[in-house]
């Protein structure tokens, strides 16, 4: 594996919480670059989530460095001002105008270190709903990403965490470029992510859909379709299959290996659009063929062909994907006393998977040290970091 040294010697100063704020640390720490967690003294309270939030903390929080400070001190305060003095980076995703209290807001952060990139995560980008709260779920609601995802009256959000870690993303995506431009001009910039502006762009295909032809997409579930087949399928062993035919010559393959080859050159399903205006009695046709064979044995069948396929799998079961499991998959982080599997970037370095130190920080644990390279004695680090009964 490859450990990339891109953002090596770049120093991330990271206050957030949750996912969107920790996804952008996380993949930039991937990168190389050193991310240190500012948490209050009792810890960020994501790590304390149970259920669906369990993951949140130790999946984005991997290969950084945590230290403590107590911001409601005048010894917290100085020391995350001198700890700012040594960073490129600064991150954070609370409610807007929230640390502007402290002057930790990024318009009172630039004026006093001007080569400072201030990364603010937040529900907007300025406009009229700047001030708003958001979650992931209330701008899937608000863009009709969650309508188009749930059949008519039954709006879905993603079953994931989908726009707060792919607004981490543009935030770190955004931190590259604005290093990028300081190598030319010497100065900092403010990047600002929306989380609804995200979530914006991920219906675009669906906007710019009705104002080039007038047509609103219906939700996905009772979509129109633009392919032959592209659907999900029962196998023998009852297990569920999708399959896609989406070029003349996957229909003629896929046709030709389920025995329905009476179906192939009929001068009525000659054309992609005439086999989908036929899907209302091919695909019958179609689905009684597979119910004839088992997941693996169509597995073994498509492969060769380049039918795409794809058996309908829970996240648990892929632990047990061959391809998740191949060197560099996932990688392996410790959690406290507890140790964990996840996946990294979903790059390859020159054909190697990338690598990096992917354990979790217990809180604090690297207070003593960051603070002492500040110059603070033990004393002062104790006052400043709110752990010093």
């Known amino acids: 594996m490859i450990k990339p040294d891109t953002l090596k010697g770049i120093r991330v100063v990271e206050m957030s919480h949750m996912v969107m704020g920790p996804s952008c640390g996380m993949f930039l720490a991937m990168l190389g670059a050193e991310v240190i967690k500012v948490e209050p003294p009792e810890g960020d309270r994501t790590r304390f989530l149970t259920g669906m939030g369990t993951g949140f903390f130790p999946v984005f929080n991997r290969g950084k460095r945590s230290i403590t400070l107590d911001l409601n001190t005048d010894e917290g305060m100085a020391a995350m001002h001198?700890?700012?003095?040594?960073?490129?980076?600064?991150?954070?995703?609370?409610?807007?105008?929230?640390?502007?209290?402290?002057?930790l807001d990024a318009a009172s952060l630039r004026q006093r270190y001007p080569k400072l990139i201030a990364v603010p995560h937040k529900g907007f980008a300025n406009g009229p709903y700047r001030d708003r709260t958001a979650l992931d779920e209330v701008v899937q609601m608000m863009t009709g990403l969650a309508?188009?995802?749930?059949?008519?009256?039954?709006?879905?959000?993603?079953?994931?965490?989908?726009?707060?870690?792919?607004?981490?993303?543009?935030?770190?995506?955004?931190?590259?470029?604005?290093?990028?431009?300081?190598?030319?001009?010497?100065?900092?910039?403010?990047?600002?992510?929306?989380?609804?502006?995200?979530?914006?762009?991920?219906?675009?295909?669906?906007?710019?859909?009705?104002?080039?032809?007038?047509?609103?997409?219906?939700?996905?579930?009772?979509?129109?379709?633009s392919w032959p087949v592209y659907d999900i399928f029962d196998t023998a062993d009852g297990k569920p299959l999708f399959v896609g035919a989406v070029t003349l010559g996957h229909w003629n393959?896929?046709?030709g290996l389920l025995g329905l080859t009476d179906l192939v050159g009929r001068d009525d399903l000659s054309t992609k659009m005439q086999q989908i205006e036929a899907r209302s009695w091919?695909?019958?046709?179609?689905?009684?063929?597979?119910?004839?064979?088992?997941?693996?044995?169509?597995?073994?069948?498509?492969?060769p062909l380049g039918i795409p396929y794809?058996?309908?799998?829970?996240p648990v079961e892929m632990y047990d994907d061959?391809?998740?499991?191949?060197?560099?998959?996932?990688?392996?982080?410790?959690?406290?006393?507890?140790?964990?599997?996840a996946p990294g970037l979903p790059l390859?370095?020159?054909?190697?998977?990338?690598?990096?130190?992917?354990?979790?920080?217990?809180?604090?644990?690297?207070?003593?040290?960051?603070l002492g390279d500040l110059g603070l004695d033990p004393d002062?680090?104790?006052?400043?970091?709110?752990?010093?009964?």
């Open 147 to 225: 309508y188009m995802t749930g059949p008519t009256g039954r709006p879905l959000r993603v079953g994931s965490s989908a726009n707060d870690i792919m607004a981490g993303l543009f935030g770190a995506m955004g931190v590259m470029a604005a290093l990028m431009d300081r190598e030319k001009s010497g100065e900092g910039r403010e990047i600002r992510v929306g989380l609804f502006e995200n979530c914006l762009l991920l219906v675009a295909q669906h906007m710019v859909q009705f104002e080039l032809e007038g047509t609103e997409a219906p939700p996905m579930p009772e979509r129109d379709f």
């Open 310 to 314: 794809a058996p309908i799998a829970r």
């Open 322 to 341: 061959p391809h998740v499991r191949r060197p560099g998959g996932l990688l392996p982080s410790r959690y406290g006393e507890k140790r964990f599997n």
């Open 282 to 303: 091919t695909l019958p046709l179609i689905a009684e063929a597979i119910r004839r064979h088992t997941l693996s044995e169509l597995e073994t069948a498509f492969q």
């Open 82 to 103: 001198g700890l700012l003095a040594t960073a490129d980076v600064f991150l954070e995703n609370f409610k807007h105008g929230s640390l502007a209290k402290r002057g």
């Open 380 to 389: 002062a680090i104790a006052r400043a970091s709110g752990r010093n009964e």
């Open 253 to 255: 393959d896929l046709c």
């Open 348 to 370: 390859d370095y020159d054909s190697e998977p990338v690598g990096f130190h992917a354990d979790v920080p217990d809180i604090g644990q690297d207070t003593e040290a960051v």
